[in-house]
T-cell receptor
């Protein structure tokens, strides 16, 4: 069974731009969560989607948003990029909402210049 | 609030040495506890988990026991290999509507031949 895939793997943007990241969960998994990883703050939860609805949200500004499609694929969007948004963005999928075992993708490395 | 504290790294060991990485948590109720591992340039992989007090999670020679009385979930391995070099993250989750993982800062392990 294929794992969680994320595209693109690397991205370079400039301040003020917006970016969209994509995540395809493991087949059959209906929940997708997003995390931001930075050297300073570590791993922080962004949001979780299940059945196309946001079920849980971390403490991030409204510039960070996401959505989930009927096939469980998910996208996250960051608008008006800031230098501090440079990070590894990780997507994780699980079978059910708040499923206790989350499987992570390789991440998208975003660099904001 | 809920939090996870891990021992500071980096930890450097010789091959075949005994490994302990300390993890303590602050939480109300009974969260599930996890250890994830991140190899260079990759996403996170679930190493082991425990869902209730006194449970022992184990995988690939690694073990951790959920100790509610000391709020700890220390990771141990009897004989490390060079291939175990990675960053290890301790995490907790409540599942359901609070299914997001709360991570420690991570501990980098380097194993020398």
């Amino acid at each position: 069974k294929a794992g969680v895939t994320q595209t693109p793997r690397y991205l370079i943007k400039t301040r003020g731009q917006q970016v969209t990241l994509s995540c395809s969960p493991i087949s059959g998994h209906r929940s997708v969560s997003w995390y931001q990883q930075t050297p300073g703050q570590g791993l922080q939860f962004l949001f979780e989607y299940f059945s196309e609805t946001q079920r849980n949200k971390g403490n991030f500004p409204g510039r960070f948003s996401g959505r989930q499609f009927s096939n469980s694929r998910s996208e996250m969007n960051v608008s008006t990029l800031e230098l501090g948004d440079s990070a590894l963005y990780l997507c994780a999928s699980s079978l059910r909402e708040g499923g206790d075992t989350q499987y992570f993708g390789p991440g998208t490395r975003l660099t904001v210049l | 609030g809920n939090s996870v504290t891990q021992m500071e790294g980096p930890v450097t060991l010789s091959e075949e040495a005994f490994l302990t990485i300390n993890c303590t948590y602050t939480a109300t109720g009974y969260p599930s506890l996890f250890w994830y591992v991140q190899y260079p340039g990759e996403g996170l992989q679930l190493l082991l988990k425990a869902t209730k007090a006194d449970d022992k999670g184990s995988n690939k020679g690694f073990e951790a026991t959920y100790r509610k009385e000391t709020t700890s979930f220390h990771l141990e391995k009897g004989s490390v290999q060079v291939s175990d070099s990675a960053v290890y993250f301790c995490a907790l989750s409540y599942g359901g509507s609070q299914g997001n993982l709360i991570f420690g800062k991570g501990t980098k392990l380097s194993v020398k031949p």
